[in-house]
């Protein structure tokens, strides 16, 4: 599976919870700074927005939590991308800690004009660059929520 490494960071005191580990709504934090490198390595960043007033927007995520992270540490974030049509991306981060998964994000994301306020095309090289980049999807792409059945 080739994943882009778009992305690291430390992790922040600040984003623990009273248990010593990264609190649930933190994980997305780092996940969407690396969407914003994901972007910009597409060309469809802040320069492009400024530019266009288009921009990629969020239509769905899903967050699995496999396993705690507690200070300090080294947030590692790869990016994979699952697809891409005219419109529409999807892709995911995977965050590590010392080289072992923590966390997978999928996302959904629409390319919208913002002056327009409707959905627009990806200009053709980011879009022709972006499907380049699909890889196979991993099992865990596309699950729900559920119990488990037996």
Known sequence: MTAFQ????PLRRE????????????YLVPFSNASWKMQ??????????????????????????????RAPADLQVETLVFGADEKRMRFAHLLTVDGEL???AEFMALHYDTR???SAPFPRAALEAMQAAVVELPEWAGRRVSFSRN
């Open 6 to 9: 778009f992305h690291s960071e």
């Open 15 to 26: 984003w623990l919870d009273a248990y010593g580990h990264l609190n649930e709504a933190y």
């Open 40 to 69: 910009e390595h597409f060309g469809i960043g802040v320069e492009y927005f400024r530019a266009s007033g288009c921009a990629l927007y969020t239509l769905e995520t899903h967050l699995r939590y496999l396993r705690e992270v």
């Open 102 to 104: 923590r966390a997978t």
């Open 116 to 118: 327009a306020q409707r």
